[in-house]
């Protein structure tokens, strides 16, 4: 550390890597008309940057988008629930198959939830859940049904095979805000 | 109003601010509350008379400045997609033999879009349909879709009138629709 003196101006003082962060301190001296040095204390430019910094960090951590998966075969039901979802700023995607689902599902990682119309062609909303739970990437992301009949059987066999949830059609923001604290 | 000026008189100036202090209140809005009063008319008829239901509302709460079009981009999807099965079903009924399974998916598929835009008598002359289609009544299937085709047109046309309507009404304050 050296310490080099000026005319009523700036010291430049560096710490050396101090926990690999460097803060450049300017030191101010005013010279009296005595001649002496006289010290001030002044706000620190490179604290602000570390501050911000580290707040830009804390941020960044904290706050991981929930992306939800919507799998509805109908355009009108798929609007419906993305807007449903994203009014709570939830990040979506829809798609209109579970072959289309299980597609994406290994591509993107981060899916916090997989909401599912029961009856599509092809791929059932059943099947995809059995699909997802029999995945041992997978298993882990809540899975809700959705369904415009009643039928208490469909609704066991969804529950028993893992759903997290089953939603009557046309579902609603109420019915979705109960799932917020399901999603992983 | 009845005051007839010259605008090139320097009291038309003050139009305006007569018909604010003898009427309390502007031409302009006069016009305005007039279409407004016509929408809202033809909105009350529309759940009174059974075509539309509760979900109709749902969507107008979804509406907001993000997706302020909202409500008629879900209904255009609707009728996208209706469209298409209707002209599925209307093939499909012309088959020997008969697919009743298929026809049943295919009305399920309506009802479902119907049910989730609120289109109440569309959606209750579905159900008929598939309680024909259940009893593979082939006779009852026909009447019956000629009554789905018939509520599908009117529905159009009637959602068609509203939203040209609203569009020259304007935004329309959430607090003012009845039901709330």
Avoid at chain 1, 47 to 58: H, T
Avoid at chain 1, 104 to 114: A, F, G, K, Q, Y
Avoid at chain 1, 119 to 129: A, D, R
Avoid at chain 2, 88 to 113: E, T, V
């Amino acid at each position: 550390m050296e310490v080099v003196p000026r005319d009523s101006g700036l010291i430049w003082w560096g710490f050396p890597a101090l926990y690999s962060l460097r803060f450049l301190f300017l030191v101010y001296y005013i010279r009296r008309p005595s001649g002496d040095l006289l010290p001030l204390l002044l706000p620190q430019p490179s604290l602000f940057f570390f501050f911000f910094a580290m707040s830009s960090y804390a941020e960044g951590r904290g706050e991981q988008e929930i992306h939800v998966l919507a799998v509805d075969d109908s355009s009108v039901d798929r609007a419906l629930i993305a807007k449903i979802l994203r009014s709570s700023n939830y990040r979506v995607t829809t798609v209109d198959s579970g072959k289309r689902a299980l597609e994406l599902l290994t591509l993107e990682p981060n899916i916090s939830m997989i909401i599912t119309d029961y009856w599509m062609p092809e791929m059932t909303g059943y099947e995809l859940l059995k699909s997802v739970k029999e995945s041992s990437k997978l298993r882990e992301i809540p899975v809700v049904v959705m369904s415009s009949e009643n039928v208490p059987n469909r609704i066991n066999r969804c529950l028993e095979e893992g759903a997290e949830d089953f939603l009557l059609k046309p579902v609603r923001p109420s019915d979705v805000s109960r799932l917020c604290s399901r999603m992983r | 109003m009845a005051l007839h000026f010259s605008s090139a008189h320097p009291i038309s100036a003050l139009h305006p601010l007569l018909c604010f202090f003898l009427h309390d209140t502007y031409p302009e809005m006069e016009y305005a509350s007039g279409l407004q009063r016509q929408l809202a008319s033809m909105k009350k008829n529309l759940f009174d008379q059974g075509y539309l239901d509760e979900q109709f509302y749902q969507l107008e709460e979804l509406q907001d400045e993000s997706s302020p079009n909202f409500v008629e981009e879900v209904v255009t999807l609707f009728f996208r997609d209706s469209s298409r099965l209707v002209a599925n079903i209307d093939q499909a009924l012309q088959k020997y033999p008969q697919d009743f399974r298929r026809l049943d998916n295919f009305m399920h598929q309506l009802k479902g879009s119907a049910s989730s835009i609120g289109a109440a008598k569309m959606k209750n002359e579905c159900t008929s349909f598939r309680e024909f289609c259940n009893k593979e009544n082939r006779e009852g299937c026909l009447r019956s879709f000629q009554k789905v085709k018939k509520e599908h047109a009117v529905l159009k046309q009637k959602l068609e009138n509203y939203f040209q309507l609203l569009k020259q009404v304007g935004p329309v304050d959430k607090a003012t629709h009845s039901g709330n």
